[in-house]
């Protein structure tokens, strides 16, 4: 069920920098959990990193500590990912998803879902 909207995605240099964005207009970001997952040509999607509802802790995947940073805009009701120092290896279908698990996952098992944007890490 698709009822978020991503977008930010492009093509960059490697060592270059991109501001994903995540929102929606049916409801309230603010009392869901939040995930980012990428899915690359032939590979399985990936959790990448994701933020909770209650108290904005954050948790990543070890090939992006460091580098990404996921934050919340509560006002603007969008949930950003700010991905510094880019690689090829993150060359990426990029997917926010919603849910109201307890605590944010890296799994692929929340219920709502956008279409996702692209990201293209090349010289």
């Known amino acids: 069920q698709l009822q978020l909207v991503e977008s930010g995605g492009g093509l960059v240099e490697p060592g270059g920098s991109l501001r994903l964005s995540c929102t929606t207009s049916?409801?309230?970001?603010?009392?869901?959990?939040i995930g980012w997952f990428r899915q690359a040509p032939g590979k399985e999607r990936e959790g990448v990193a994701c933020?909770?509802?209650?108290?904005?802790?954050?948790d990543y995947a070890d090939s992006v500590k460091g580098r990404f940073t996921i934050s919340r805009d509560s006002a603007r009701n969008t949930i950003y990912l700010q991905m510094n120092d880019l690689k090829p290896g993150d060359t990426a279908i990029y997917y926010c998803?919603?849910?109201?698990?307890?605590?944010?996952?890296?799994?692929?098992?929340?219920?709502?879902w956008g279409k996702g944007t692209q990201v293209t890490v090349s010289s």
């Open positions: 049916l409801f309230s970001l603010d009392s869901s959990v």
């Open positions: 933020i909770n509802s209650e108290d904005t802790s954050t």
């Open positions: 998803a919603a849910d109201l698990f307890k605590r944010c996952l890296l799994d692929p098992l929340y219920g709502s």
